[in-house]
């Protein structure tokens, strides 16, 4: 198993670099390297799935070799730092992060506007730069998988304007900024216990510096994850790249490696204090609600879904937040959902961009007819992301619902705010649904302007991975008690009963039964016969010259002044925590500049006052 370990993590990395020595004029040779190299890499994530749970030091692949250097046996070294773990989570990512490369690899090929000249390099680093995350026990050997996925997703926003250079320059600043607090975080924890690896960490966030370890390690989650107050390249990402590229990190792979090691810090490297507990429930109700109120009012809909990446990613923290067996369940679950509904959405987003040219989402309507495989699978992500039945949204947002509901039972003081995560988790699914309205009817509803009257349907290697995507997000939906969370998640968090009477197929075969009714009635009744007449307006015909202006239903939310202030300050960048530290370097920057005027005595002044603070140290 050691050996399949190693290829899943260095066949996708050695075929990546090997791509940088290939022309472009050959690209479909690339193509189909890539496309052989990830159908690989899922065929050992299904072997490690299946395998069973153990550590692997690399040192047993040599058995009783030595390899001496400078009196050191380096055999022995590497087997205490070079160790992988296949348990029941590493085993979940795992397959997950083999799933998601092949069908966006399938949609990368038929999609024309990759960005990057070395974009299938960059994507199989990041495939087996996320394996080697995941499967790695020793925090050494993670951190340096985790770090080269800030490089790769540097790599994969095309600078090739203004703003999306910009997006590069700040996601990268924001990522090597979180993965330098995560290793003073690592350093605390090889002081206080002397291993760094996993599966041997267990600390309670009681001391001072196993809260700062454990405050460390969150920071570089939470901004993997895309989680507030480090959340804020994620809109800039989304709506610079390409969509596949946006499919690929913000939306599955850095959500999946995010919470990935949220659950690894909050269910096995720590044990949480209930102050612990309430920080983690406040930032994930924080999250659900800042983002999607942000996203309420885009009109670019690729950031419109960067801002729904965000709060989507609330639902997991709250989940891990309650610490309970059905709350780390629905945490795992709704990253999985997640994963699944908004990387299809940023395909079908990537459709729309790539047929008619357009961003805005006031600038189209009416693609219903004209890319009808794109709108049904807008459609059921739609569904599944606002969490109705029988979709794999509602079932994960059902769960949390029903944990914080039993955490409600808890004495301490974040379970005795039970009732506020619950009113924000609620409140966050309701705006969601508000804004897809506006998502759905602004590009697909409404009249077809004129000028999007040649707009078809993509090519099937597009349209065909949505429809996939979507196709799952409706199973995921319907089996979600029977099969899904019994045999995916409960062997990672413990087995639990659900509180109540659900079954998610009951669900599914009332809501379709409901349906075929509705149609039935439909069509034995006079509904479908009816009158239509152009609006009287003074004797004028605008009923052409009309449209659905699905973006303007939101503005009185904008409007209304004790929420106005906080959208005004949240366009001044005040919740921005880039700009905040941009901002505050400059002014250091400025006064430092502001000293060097050039005058002697100023300089000696200077020299003198350092010495004097120097003397006093010592002293």
């Known amino acids: 198993m050691l050996n399949v370990i190693q290829y899943i993590i260095l066949i996708p990395v050695l075929s990546g670099l090997m ?55 380096l055999m022995t070294d590497a087997g205490r730092y070079v160790v992988f773990q296949i348990d029941s989570l590493s085993k979940l990512i795992s397959i997950c992060i083999g799933f998601f490369g092949l069908v966006l690899l399938c949609y990368s090929i038929g999609y024309n506007k990759t960005g990057s000249h070395h974009y299938y390099s960059y994507f199989l680093i990041t495939l087996g730069s996320s394996f080697g995350a995941v499967l790695a026990d020793n925090l050494l050997v993670f951190v340096t998988c985790w770090g080269l996925l800030g490089i790769t ?97 913000p939306a599955s792979l850095d959500k999946l490696l995010g919470i990935y090691f949220l659950a690894r810090i909050t269910t096995e490297m720590f044990t949480l204090t209930d102050a612990m507990r309430l920080i983690l429930l406040s930032l994930g109700a924080i999250t659900i609600i800042a983002a999607v109120m942000m996203a309420l009012m885009q009109h670019d809909f690729k950031r419109l879904l960067g801002y729904h990446a965000v709060s989507q990613v609330g639902y997991m923290i709250v989940g891990f937040g309650l610490g309970t067996f059905i709350g780390v369940a629905a945490g795992l679950f709704h990253m999985l959902n997640n994963a699944l ?58 769960m949390i619902y029903q944990g914080i509901i039993d955490f409600g039972s808890g004495t301490g003081a974040a379970n005795k705010l039970w009732i506020v995560w619950l009113a924000f988790a609620v409140l966050g699914s309701a705006l969601t649904l508000a804004s897809f309205v506006k998502f759905m009817g ?109 973006t303007e239903f939101y503005k009185g939310i904008r409007d209304f002044r004790p929420i106005s202030w906080l959208y005004d300050r949240a366009e001044a960048q005040w919740f921005d925590i880039y700009h905040l530290f941009r901002r505050m370097t400059l002014w250091g920057s400025g006064v430092l500049s502001a000293a060097h005027n050039g005058v002697l005595p100023v300089y000696m002044i200077w020299i003198f006052s350092g010495l004097i603070i120097m003397v006093l140290i010592l002293l």
């Open 341 to 398: 509904y908004k990387s299809g959405l940023f395909l079908a987003a990537g459709n729309v961009e790539i047929r008619t040219g357009k961003k805005g989402i006031d600038e189209l309507g009416g693609l219903s007819r004209s890319m009808p495989l794109t709108f049904v699978a807008s459609l059921i992500f739609s569904l599944s992301i606002s969490g109705i039945p029988p979709f794999n949204g509602f079932a994960s947002k059902w």
């Open 153 to 249: 997703l540097y790599k994969l926003i095309p600078g090739d304007g203004e703003e999306s250079s910009a997006a590069a320059k700040k996601t990268l600043i924001l990522i090597g900024a979180s993965d330098g607090i995560m290793i003073l975080g690592i350093a605390i924890i090889w002081m206080i216990t002397g291993t760094l690896n996993i599966s041997s960490i267990s600390l309670t966030t009681t001391g001072a510096l196993s809260v700062t370890a454990f405050l460390a390690l969150i920071t570089g989650s939470f901004t993997k994850a895309g989680a507030f107050p480090f959340h804020t390249w994620v809109p800039d990402f989304a709506g610079n790249a390409p969509a596949s590229s946006s499919a690929f990190l």
């Open 19 to 73: 791509l940088f020595l290939l022309p472009e004029r050959i690209s479909l040779i690339k193509k189909i390297i890539a496309l052989v190299t990830v159908l690989a890499a899922l065929y050992f994530s299904l072997l490690i799935f299946l395998a069973d749970e153990n550590l692997f030091r690399v040192n047993d692949l040599f058995g009783s070799k030595s390899f001496t250097l400078l009196g050191a046996n």
């Open 442 to 550: 602004g590009i697909f509803m409404g009249r077809q302007k004129p000028e999007l009257m040649h707009v078809k349907e993509v090519p099937a290697l597009m349209w065909a991975p949505p429809m996939i995507l979507a196709l799952v997000c409706t199973a995921f939906g319907v089996f979600a008690t029977g099969y899904i969370v019994p045999r995916l998640f409960m062997p990672v968090s413990g087995n639990f009963q659900f509180t109540g009477f659900w079954n998610s197929a009951y669900v599914s075969a009332l809501v379709l039964v409901s349906f075929f009714l509705g149609m039935i009635f439909y069509l034995i009744s006079s509904i479908k016969e009816y009158r239509t007449e152009d609006s009287f307006i003074g004797g004028e015909v605008l009923r052409e010259q009309t449209g659905y202006p699905a």
